[in-house]
């Protein structure tokens, strides 16, 4: 059985948030053996982690500013 490799998202030149890129490439790196972490579910991932901080009101000074 072949390894599973998945190619990392690109970090968002545009949108300021490569720290969720990050996050989500972190996640499907390390469970990849295990659970292949697949668009939709990375889709849904990167949803979940901006409407964190949505909520924490913090969105749009990251998008502004980027993630320190």
Known sequence: ?????????GQGDLDRLCGLYAVVNAIRHTIGPIHRFRGGECLWLFQQLALVMARKRV???VVANGLN
């Open 59 to 61: 969105l749009g000074t």
């Open 1 to 9: 059985m072949p390894r599973y490799r998945p190619r990392a998202y």
